[in-house]
């Protein structure tokens, strides 16, 4: 039987959406228009505070060009 590999330490899914929003040269407020969220909520993300939900992992998978399952495993992971 095979496991599923998973990080020793969980990546925290804020660190990657930072990543994300630095790349393209946006601030958190842009991401919060391009997401139709609040600010508050972007950084409620990047902070941990904030989990991603289904719903808010479809809206970043469209902003950055990845898949929801992408945001959503990140999440599980993270959250385990």
Do not use: H
Not at 32 to 58: F, H, K, W, Y
Not at 64 to 80: C, K, Q
């Amino acid at each position: 039987m095979t496991k599923a590999m998973r990080p020793a330490r969980p990546v925290p899914p804020g660190r990657i959406l930072k990543q994300e929003i630095e790349a393209r040269g946006w601030s958190q407020k842009d991401l919060a228009m391009v997401l139709d969220r609040p600010a508050r909520m972007v950084s409620e993300l990047l902070n941990g505070n904030e989990e991603i939900t289904q719903e808010t992992a479809g809206k970043l998978a469209q902003a950055f060009g990845s898949s929801r399952e992408l945001w959503v495993n990140l999440e599980g992971n993270y959250r385990r």
